[in-house]
């Protein structure tokens, strides 16, 4: 018997279902795959239904989706992951081409539960905030039946799709549509309240609303601790961001200067950039490889001329009579200590100042839960954030808390995650019961297995075309232009189709090799039964297919297994690109594609 042992997984449903890695890795299950594979088949139309279905902010995400999706794509382990969130945007494009940016179709194709016309359950829901989280769950609870009311303190609804995030990322259009969609699902908005100021919570629950979700998000910046903040000619960032989305001018002199090294700062320099200011610089503790920011976003603000001082730390604001003239800074020698926490280690001696008139900080956010005022029964962190339990309640009966105000400062994708749990908690919570789930999966042959495209394995990830650093500082156009179509068709076929399977029948099977000759990626391995170890799915199968009784299998494995004349077809997941030549090959049918699919079905109680 051979010393060595291959550890393997006998596939199961789970199984299956974390194959397919880029659905897996997103918070709101997206099929990535399918809808990529759909506009690979020019069918576009079927690509943003695919989209929308569980995500009512497909169009928005097409643009500025953190795409966790594509950090677990398999393809990324070959060369680079597929555009997923771009090829995204292509099929959201074509749709609002194809219905002229239709509301209500746009709605109809959610996959949530309930309906475009959810049956009324004559209870109220009070939501606070129209970020991600809240319009995520006031989308779910509409649909489910629920009168659900909005309650937002400024003047335009969508909260930081508004404004906290710039209109070269994300087109005001496009949010609005967003926003449009799932109000017009039924749901109330009152705008320029403030809850826990204008209004408190016990007052909304006084005016018969039975439940209520707080998502106000993370609107504050994070404070500097260094002097001289409360100069004129500081800003915060977040806070910046905001008015400078509500159209407010503001005087921000001939230089300016960005403290941080995320998003939020990038967003903040790129925006400076496009108010006329000439001379941007960002100032952070970070390597330029160190820096948290995404690195197309490093890469844009570069061209766009943005001077960056990396590995620099802000000691004080400089000024004159209240005003900002510079900023003291520090070289940083390390920035995480040898446990990879972050502890800055500065090079004593290094002080210098960098002349300018504005500085805006962006060194993080904070939620503000005023609207909370009053109340009594929840914590808070120091940085505002409301602790909540698993179901997001937040120790107050019917209150529930999600996205930001909850889980600190995170990704879009998540709030919306976020959103549509607290959604369903405050189902089973109005219900008195979790509602009845099924799950459901099943595997599909594919009897002429289209082979993926010719070289498809050699196509390299492309970009889409961005407008020109000159026409994009004119003012606030949206800079990343979009896939043409046979652009985007070529990227979709660099998919791997990880929800189609190589499922293998042994009753059928001769041993003969030939599908491991014709394997191009080496992936497939015939190996002894005795050369096997596994969990006890495993043991079932041996025991089953040659009737040995568990007792005996127990007592004596491996002189068992030396002396059975059986094999094992082994497959390494990671390496296999769906070719289809294993199953062409083989003699006897014994190899089959099959489509993995899955869904979550509500059966009525």
């Not at 009311?149 to 087109?171: D, H, K």
């Not at 001077?307 to 900002?324: E, L, Y």
Request: hydrophobic share 40%.
């Amino acid at each position: 018997m051979s010393e060595e042992k291959y550890q393997i997984k006998i596939p199961d449903i789970d199984y299956f279902r974390k194959m397919i890695k880029c659905q897996d890795a997103c918070p709101v299950n997206t099929p990535s795959g399918s809808y990529v594979n759909a506009i690979a088949d020019g069918d576009y139309l079927l690509s943003y239904a695919l989209a929308r279905g569980p995500n009512p902010f497909a169009p928005i995400c097409g643009l500025i989706c953190a795409h966790p999706c594509e950090k677990a794509c398999r393809r990324g382990s070959i060369d680079e992951p597929i555009a997923i969130r771009t090829l995204k945007r292509f099929a959201v494009d074509t749709f609002m081409e194809a219905t002229n940016s239709d509301i209500f179709k746009s709605a109809e194709l959610s996959s949530a539960f309930g309906g475009s016309k959810g049956v009324p359950t004559g209870k109220k829901v009070a939501v606070v905030g129209s970020g991600p989280a809240g319009m995520a769950g006031a989308h779910d609870l509409a649909r489910l039946g629920y009168k659900v009311t909005i309650f937002e303190s400024q003047p335009i609804i969508g909260g930081m799709f508004y404004f906290g995030i710039p209109a070269y990322r994300l087109p005001k259009n496009v949010a609005k549509f967003d926003m449009d969609s799932i109000l017009s699902l039924g749901i109330d908005v009152r705008l320029n309240i403030t809850v826990g100021k204008d209004i408190t919570l016990q007052d909304l629950f006084d005016e018969g609303f039975e439940a209520a979700l707080i998502a106000v998000g993370a609107q504050l910046s994070r404070p500097l601790p260094i002097t001289g903040t409360d100069m004129e000619g500081v800003f915060q960032g977040v806070s910046f961001l905001r008015r400078v989305g509500l159209g407010e001018r503001l005087d921000l002199g001939k230089r300016v200067i960005v403290i941080g090294g995320g998003n939020v700062a990038m967003d903040v320099a790129r925006t400076v950039r496009r108010l006329k200011v000439k001379d941007v610089h960002i100032v952070c503790l970070e390597g330029m490889h160190e820096m948290p920011a995404d690195k197309l976003e490093i890469e844009e603000s570069l061209e766009e001329g943005i001077v960056f001082h990396n590995r620099k730390g802000p000691q004080h604001i400089v000024g004159k009579d209240g005003k900002v003239t510079g900023l003291q800074v520090i070289d940083v020698a390390a920035v995480f200590d040898e446990s990879g926490r972050f502890n800055p280690k500065y090079v004593d001696g290094s002080e210098s100042i960098i002349d300018t008139e504005t500085v805006i900080t962006a060194v993080g956010q904070a939620s503000d839960n005023a609207c909370l005022k009053g109340c009594k029964g929840f914590k808070a962190t120091r940085w505002g954030t409301i602790v909540t339990d698993e179901s997001l309640n937040i120790g107050i009966p019917a209150v529930f808390a999600a996205g930001d105000v909850a889980t600190g400062p995170a990704i879009v994708i998540g709030a919306v995650a976020s959103g549509q749990k607290a959604a369903r908690a405050i189902d089973k919570h109005l219900r008195g019961s979790e509602r009845r789930i099924e799950k459901r999966a099943k595997m599909t042959v594919i009897k002429d297995y289209k082979k993926p495209a010719e070289g498809y394995i050699k196509i390299m990830r492309e970009e889409p075309p961005v407008m020109g650093v000159e026409k994009r500082l004119s003012g606030f156009s949206q800079v990343e232009e979009g896939y043409p179509d046979e652009m985007a068709v070529e990227q979709a076929e660099r998919c791997l189709k990880c929800n189609i399977n190589t499922i293998f029948n042994g009753e059928l099977c001769i041993a003969c090799g030939g599908c491991i000759d014709v394997c191009p990626m080496n992936c497939l391995k015939l190996v002894n039964l005795s050369d096997l170890a596994g969990d006890e799915n495993l043991d079932k199968i041996i025991q089953k297919r040659y009737g040995i009784s568990k007792e005996d299998y127990k007592k004596k494995r491996d002189e068992i297994l030396s002396g059975i004349n059986g094999a094992a077809m082994l497959k390494d997941e990671e390496r296999c690109i769906r070719c289809g030549l294993c199953a062409k090959r083989c003699p006897t049918n014994a190899i089959t594609m099959e489509k993995f699919e899955f869904e979550e079905v509500l059966v009525n109680d």
